[in-house]
């Protein structure tokens, strides 16, 4: 008899070893699927690995994808370091770009180098603004991170639908149908590393912040007081630490993050507010964080897989005729496959000898 | 050895780095209790989880009724017989007693005999001298009731040997001595038992006693040949350390003080009901009383873990409000917690993040904006040398650690200066007489150190033996003070079963 057990501290190499396994086996699957919508296997991946890293505009492509992805990553490997189960990532993205809209709104003439940092300041704080009322409401009245931050997601998101379809933030025409603000002054655009492609200073803002959570998670006193709420919260509070204040402090750090993310979108690659490109960048960020085993470094790493996929993924849809939906699914299939991944490294098999008395 | 029930050879378990058990023989007679005697860590645990089929050994062979056996599960030992009661009950609270007997029975198939089963019940109630109501749900039951239905459990499914890991842990004295009666009726019905046990009082009414110390058999005696003073240098490995003395001291100034203190009933438990009591510096203060009257809602309301109904603390003259763990540790509180691993540690954490635990944002564990890891282990490996912690080093997750172990780690972190009050809720509770000896020796220590102290303990030797003062609590109110000196032993246990003897003036 073959019996399950549990590893908690498998090796470096096990990780790697399971990790690569998981990805050969994620795309042997995606192949299979392929195959059986009738596609080649072989052609798509080309157009995937072209679209991703083929070329330099490819590459920064890539980045640019990824700037947001790691930013909602980190948010949710924060706050799930300290067990809070926060999903209030997709809502603090827009509420950072919505709050920062409101900074080009509010000062629509300053010139860039006054608007910019505005405008992140504010995205940041309308994040952490929204994670704080999930953190005020579960230690004030105990309700569930869960459900206020998903309940939260959709209160923001359709406000948003409203103020740009019939609201004061559409531009002239908008419509139901077709949601988005008039463009951003060119004064608020984020600068770029790169012309071409536009890779803009919302990559930069996502590197340093992979480096400093990992500096916080690892080193500082808030980051061990984090691990320390995840491991137990009990202990924690008995040794006089303030544990609804730091449940406040994780969730508003957490929301900066994403806010951060949502800015960044509107202000480096969209250049005006717009709905539809910020959807599904917080649950996306969910993903990421577990992918990465609540690691910051990790999460930069899965990030950046993950931006190259969704840009290779554009680049297939248009070159080969294979269609846009399959991209998500091969994403999908390797989403569960490392998630299978990282379970799978930190169980063991155990051989036993079965009853024979 | 021909007619024994189980025979064992060479088993062995590692778990990782670890050898919990090393090349153990072990055998069992029928009509015998057989006492596994050892400290925390061992290896009696994993050698009564082996026998009763929950852990497989490494290597070794084990024998039951002549033939070999390789359990793959509990259920295997149970269908040879053989049954076990854990130290943590895995009873349903919100079932029966009639339907948790009924969970694991083998054989029912999908509708079980419900009838046959209350009235078999009954008669083994009866026959061993239980009173117990099947239909009574275990949520209502006390702790010494859950036993019983444990040991029901385990003889109507197994019925040849009954292996108990320290059942009398969660036991008044009262139920404890019932509860030796009925293993003396099983025994003289052919039984076969296996005690695991760290108690003197109760090794010296078994048998035959094998003695186990870091994972080896020390050696198997006949009890009637040996004594508790030969046991426990077996056990330890040497003399155990001298209780020191208790030399009368000049009390001192008035430290904590509670006024008509209560906690609210809806908190869980059995509430504080206006608890008034001070403690000096200098002083150690005891709370007799079975454990779960009242004590814990007491202690956690000193700690500031637990707010309040009504009633104030004061401490150094000073009404402490509001009351909060930040606001009593600022003032100088430290707790040493009854439930170690939910209460005090981080068990995902290392001993060195433990220790620094509540102090990680001051000296010596700072440096600059970051915190010095560092600094933490050196402390640690102090720690460990200076408390004799048995672990591969700072970096070990207390998770792994004993029970014994990691409540070092505690007295540690409890003791280190700064600390004016120290609360201690039943901090000997399932240790060795080792670790025993250290809680008690620390507690000497801060109060020698002028700290003011409170325990609560079960054990009235406990009290007697460190207490300048005692308190005795029943369903949350304070029955009596008395001084030590002149405590008498039969009075406490009186009061604390909740009778006010008539003749106390």
Redesign the interface.
């Known amino acids: 008899m073959i019996r399950i057990e549990r590893n908690p501290a498998p090796s470096a190499a096990t990780l790697a070893l399971s990790y690569v396994g998981a990805c050969v086996m994620g795309f042997a699957i995606s192949a299979l699927l392929i195959a059986a919508t009738g596609y080649d296997p072989a052609e798509a991946f080309g157009a995937i690995w072209q679209g991703a890293v083929g070329s330099q505009t490819a590459m920064i492509g890539s980045l640019v994808k990824a700037t947001p992805l790691i930013l909602t990553g980190l948010a949710a490997a924060i706050a799930f370091r300290a067990r809070l189960w926060s999903i209030g990532q997709e809502g603090q993205v827009y509420a950072g770009a919505m709050a920062g809209w409101c900074a080009v709104l509010l000062v629509p003439d300053a010139p860039a180098l006054l608007l910019i940092p505005l405008a992140l300041i504010f995205g940041a704080a309308g994040g952490a603004g929204l994670g704080a009322v999930a953190a005020g409401l579960r230690t004030r009245y105990g309700v569930n991170e869960i459900i206020s931050t998903v309940m939260l997601n959709y209160i923001i998101v359709y406000l948003l639908s409203w103020l740009l379809s019939g609201g004061a933030w559409g531009e002239v025409g908008a419509t139901v149908s077709y949601q988005q603000s008039p463009p951003a002054p060119e004064a608020a655009q984020l600068p770029n590393f790169d012309d071409r492609g536009r890779l803009h200073l919302g990559f930069a803002i996502a590197l340093a912040a992979s480096l400093a959570c990992a500096a916080l998670i690892a080193r500082t006193p808030l980051g061990f007081e984090i691990r320390a709420l995840g491991g137990n919260g009990e202990a924690l509070r008995r040794r006089g630490v303030d544990v609804g204040r730091l449940t406040l402090v994780v969730m508003a750090l957490s929301g900066a993050l994403a806010g951060l993310a949502g800015i960044g979108e509107v202000l480096g690659v969209t250049d005006r507010l717009r709905g539809d490109e910020l959807y599904g960048l917080g649950y996306a960020g969910v993903v990421i964080g577990l992918i990465a085993g609540l690691r910051p470094i990790g999460v930069l790493v899965a990030g950046l897989f993950f931006g190259g996929l969704a840009n290779g993924a554009v680049f297939m849809s248009v070159l080969s005729d294979a269609p846009a939906a399959l991209a998500q699914a091969i994403q999908g299939v390797l989403l569960i496959s490392i998630l299978c991944g990282g379970v799978a490294a930190r169980t063991r098999l155990r051989r036993t000898v079965a009853h024979v008395g | 050895m021909t007619g024994a029930l189980m025979e064992a050879r060479g088993l062995t378990r590692r778990f990782g780095s670890v050898t919990a058990l090393d090349g153990v023989d072990f055998d069992l007679k029928p009509g015998e209790i057989h006492c596994l005697f050892g400290e925390n860590g061992a290896g009696k645990s994993t050698l009564a989880s082996i026998l009763a089929g929950v852990i ?1 050994p490494d290597d070794g062979a084990l024998a ?1 009724g002549g ?6 599960s509990p259920a ?1 030992a149970i269908a ?1 017989g053989v049954g076990m009661v854990h130290q943590h009950f895995a009873l349903v609270e919100a079932f029966t007693v009639l339907e948790n007997l009924m969970v694991g029975l083998p054989g029912r198939g999908w509708r079980p005999d419900r009838a046959g089963l209350a009235v078999r019940a009954r008669a083994l109630a009866e026959d061993l001298g239980i009173a117990l109501d099947p239909a009574a749900r275990v949520s209502t039951l006390s702790v010494g009731e859950r036993q019983w239905i444990e040991i029901l459990k385990s003889l109507m499914e197994a019925g040849r040997i009954l292996i108990l890991d320290e059942p009398t842990a969660v036991l008044t004295p009262e139920e404890s001595r019932r509860l030796f009666a009925m293993l003396d009726g099983l025994k003289r019905r052919g039984l076969g038992i296996v005690l695991v046990s760290h108690k003197l009082v109760e090794v010296m009414q078994s048998d035959r006693v094998t003695v186990l110390r870091r994972g080896r058999k020390v050696a198997t005696l006949a009890t009637a040949d040996t004594d508790p003073g030969t046991l426990t240098r077996m056990m330890i490995g040497a003399s155990p350390p001298p209780e020191g003395t208790q030399a009368p001291r000049a009390a001192g100034a008035v430290v904590v003080e509670t006024r008509a203190l209560t906690s609210a009933e809806s908190a869980g438990g059995v509430p504080a009901r206006d608890v008034s009591l001070t403690i000096r510096a200098g002083e150690i203060v005891g709370v007799a009383g079975v454990a779960g009257n009242g004590q814990a809602a007491l202690f956690d309301m000193l ?1 500031g ?1 637990l707010a309040p109904a009504s009633g104030e603390i004061v401490i150094d003259g000073a009404r402490v409000s509001p009351v ?3 606001e ?3 003032r100088g509180v430290r ?1 040493i ?1 009854e439930d170690r691993f ?8 290392s001993i060195s ?1 433990n220790l ?3 102090r ?2 001051a000296a010596p564990f ?1 440096r600059g ?3 010095d ?1 560092g600094a933490a282990d050196r402390v640690a490996a102090n720690v460990i040398d200076a408390f004799r912690i048995a672990t591969t080093g700072p970096q070990a ?1 207390a998770a792994s650690l004993s029970g014994g172990n990691a409540q070092k780690v505690l007295l540690a972190r409890e003791m280190a200066p700064g600390g004016r009050v120290l609360l201690a809720n039943q901090p000997t509770r399932g240790l060795d007489v080792g670790v025993v000896a250290t809680v008690h020796a620390a507690l000497r220590a801060k109060r020698d150190e002028g700290a003011a102290v409170l325990l609560a303990s079960e054990e009235l030797d406990d009290l007697l033996a460190l207490c300048d003062r005692i308190l005795v609590m029943f369903r949350g109110r304070v029955m009596a003070a008395m001084s030590a000196r002149d405590a008498d032993v039969e009075r406490i246990g009186a009061l604390m079963a909740g009778r006010q003897p008539e003749a106390a003036a």
């Open positions: 497989a039951v033939g070999p056996r390789r359990y793959g295997d040879d700690a873990a909060s763990p930040t009593m540790m600022r707790c917690p939910r209460q005090g540690l981080v068990g995902e954490m993040e620094m635990l509540g990680h944002r700072r904006p970051f915190v890891y997750r």
